[in-house]
């Protein structure tokens, strides 16, 4: 089952938004009755703060200790990092997002904006990505 979904933007800040669009993405998962689920995040700040351990007084515990309580029910999730060309439809929607009200949002239907990108997905069309690896500096 493919669970998405378009969540509220969170001001000034990338990854409390991530993180909230992950809660809210188990969350619905889980109510619609998925039980094995490939979490894909862009965001490793949000991947690494998923599976390691967090000081309790960081400023996210209490949204972290809420997402690890929902991934802890009865159900496989696997927490991966992608990047955002393999993740194009929650980028999409992310980008998209200011023309909503406030709030969450399912769609029965994709987007206009969405379907062409959908369709590329079922065809199985892929993009590079450029990834430049950098000596570690030395001194």
């Known amino acids: ?8 933007t969170w001001r000034g800040d990338n990854n409390i938004a991530e993180l909230w669009a992950i809660f ?20 490793q700040l949000a991947i690494q703060l998923l599976k390691n351990r967090h000081d309790p007084v960081h400023p996210y515990a209490t949204l972290l ?7 802890s029910q009865d159900w496989l999730v696997r927490i991966t990092h992608t990047y955002r ?4 439809v929650a980028n999409w929607l992310s980008k998209h997002s200011l023309v909503y009200p406030y709030g969450m949002y399912e769609f029965a239907n ?20 450029r990834i430049v690896a950098h000596a570690p500096l030395t001194m």
């Not at 493919?2 to 969540?7: Q, V």
């Not at 809210?24 to 094995?36: F, P, S, V």
């Not at 060309?85 to 194009?88: A, I, K, L, Q, Y």
Request: charged residues 25%; proline residues 3%; aromatic residues 6%.
């Open 1 to 8: 089952m493919d669970c998405r979904f378009c969540s509220e």
């Open 110 to 129: 994709p987007p206009t904006g969405l379907v062409s990108i959908l369709q590329e997905y079922a065809m199985g069309v892929s993009f590079k990505r």
């Open 24 to 43: 809210h993405g188990l969350d619905l998962a889980w109510k619609t009755g998925c039980r094995a689920l490939i979490l894909e995040s862009d965001s």
């Open 65 to 71: 200790s809420a997402i690890r309580r929902k991934i």
């Open 85 to 88: 060309e393999g993740n194009r």
